[in-house]
């Protein structure tokens, strides 16, 4: 990034009397101290521009939609229209944030938006990991995609939210478009939806004009995959404005919610100071004496990330379970696992944690249990369509049943972290010729960044357990 703002610091270094001979500017550098200071908050954007954020998850289809926003207001419009896009190297399920600029004049912002008048985030649990409102300017427009309706929604919001929100007077509007979504059958693909109610609460182009061409782009970008999904699309957009509702704001915050860390407690020291602020959005900010000075990265940190993206997770019925582990060779983040253990273990265990008589002959006596990471979950649903058995009360159950996640995210995450602390199984013991034995061997290959119920990660897991450091697999 070079805006502006650091374009003017380098000027009122230049006046002093004895400036920096070679500086840098946008790093903190506080090795070698070349780095110049500058405010961040100054800009030159003119008024009569419309500036707005999105944050997006990974393969929800946020890009996409914006790209296409830029398209119909080229051309249904006589403004200006563009367009940068932020996301990192994983496939999908992680932060995407676009920056679209609208206005009367040319734009020749080469720069991020820092200062904008409608800020919308598509995914809830973003607000306990990232600042979304970061950039909000006084007065700006704040859509939030919840699953919580305009009178509930404050009392689930983090308190630094709450504060902003009240400090810039922002106008604070919620839908639940994964309800829409799921209704329609788009599944998690939320993006007409929101970008409907981009155009209704900015205001460039009139609602209805905005709504024709959307459905225009619809029929041009999913015409090929036939008339049910352009239908599909066409009725998410027709029931998005009816779902849109504005937020009475109180006049204090008064959030209870507990502090979500970005990373666990326990997590390594430069996960803590490092790869944290990094998952934080926060990486250009790091001073240059974080860095180790050749540059190398510890590995296996995505067990530290908890992204907490899944909408829905499995839950275990430990009656109807035949324990053949078909579900944990499936899985392909490795977040639903299996371990047989002795029964003493379960004294220190939390409450409602879930278990069973193992029925492998070999571990006789022991007891089973099969757990769900909640916060590394994608919800891709593969464990639920791999279960081979049926509750013969209730055949529409399986052994695996997906339940909705916020109600049991705390309560299974205490789960997990007691889960992990049993040993595991001595791989002398096993007999990895069989699925039901190759569940209880530690996967190091976790908690990837490829598509929800992606099917190649499930080979690489496995030869991981397989293999373990034996192998070598090199990554592109």
């Known amino acids: 990034e070079f805006t502006p703002a650091m374009v003017k610091g380098i000027f009122e270094e230049m006046k002093k009397e004895v400036p920096k001979n070679h500086f840098t500017i946008g790093i903190n550098d506080d090795v070698t101290h070349t780095s110049i200071s500058y405010d961040p908050d100054f800009s030159i954007e003119p008024d009569d521009r419309t500036r707005a954020v999105f944050y997006g998850l990974g393969a929800d289809g946020t890009v996409g939609a914006n790209k296409n926003s830029i398209k119909i207001i080229g051309e249904e419009t006589d403004n200006y229209a563009q367009g940068y896009f932020v996301y990192d190297s994983r496939k999908a399920g992680s932060l995407t944030i676009s920056h679209l600029r609208f206005g009367p004049t040319p734009i020749h912002s080469t720069y991020l938006v820092n200062r904008a008048n409608f800020v919308a985030c598509h995914q809830f649990s973003f607000l306990e990991r990232y600042d979304v409102l970061k950039t909000a300017q006084p007065g700006a427009v704040f859509l939030l995609n919840s699953s919580y309706s305009a009178d509930e929604v404050w009392d689930y919001l983090p308190y630094s939210i709450q504060e902003t929100i009240i400090e810039k007077k922002l106008r604070f509007y919620v839908i639940d478009a994964y309800k829409i979504a799921k209704e329609v059958g788009l599944g998690a693909r939320i993006n007409t939806i929101m970008q409907v109610c981009f155009f209704s609460l900015s205001k460039v182009i009139p609602i209805e004009k905005a709504t024709k061409a959307i459905k225009r782009f619809i029929k041009k970008t999913y015409g090929k995959k036939g008339e049910k999904i352009v239908n599909t699309n066409f009725a998410a957009v027709d029931n998005a404005l009816s779902n849109l509702h504005e937020v009475k704001i109180p006049s204090k915050a008064n959030s209870k919610l507990p502090k979500h860390l970005s990373v666990p407690v326990e997590a390594p020291e430069f996960v803590q100071k490092v790869t944290a602020r990094i998952i934080a959005g926060e990486g250009d900010d790091l001073p240059v004496s974080a860095f180790s000075p050749d540059g190398t990265f510890p590995s296996g940190t995505t067990q530290w990330e908890k992204r907490n993206i899944a909408q829905e997770i499995p839950a275990w019925d430990p009656d109807t379970c035949i324990q053949c582990g078909k579900c944990v060779m499936t899985c392909p983040h490795a977040v639903i696992r299996a371990k047989v253990y002795d029964s003493k273990l379960l004294?220190?265990?939390?409450?409602?944690?879930?278990?069973?008589?193992?029925?492998?002959?070999?571990?006789?006596?022991?007891?089973?249990?099969?757990?769900?990471?909640?916060?590394?979950?994608?919800?891709?649903?593969?464990?639920?369509?791999?279960?081979?058995?049926?509750?013969?009360?209730?055949?529409?159950?399986?052994?695996?049943?997906?339940?909705?996640?916020?109600?049991?995210?705390?309560?299974?995450?205490?789960n997990w972290k007691f889960f992990l602390g049993i040993p595991e199984v001595d791989r002398k013991e096993l007999k990895l010729s069989a699925v039901r034995n190759v569940q209880f061997l530690q996967p190091l290959f976790e908690f990837s960044g490829a598509c929800a119920g992606c099917g190649e990660t499930p080979y690489v897991k496995l030869l991981s357990q397989l293999f373990g450091d034996r192998a070598v697999i090199a990554n592109a």
């Open 347 to 414: 004294s220190s265990a939390p409450n409602n944690f879930k278990f069973a008589e193992v029925k492998n002959p070999q571990f006789k006596g022991m007891k089973y249990t099969i757990q769900v990471s909640p916060e590394d979950c994608t919800s891709c649903n593969h464990c639920v369509v791999n279960c081979p058995t049926k509750n013969k009360a209730n055949p529409k159950l399986k052994a695996l049943n997906i339940v909705s996640q916020p109600p049991v995210r705390e309560q299974e995450s205490k």
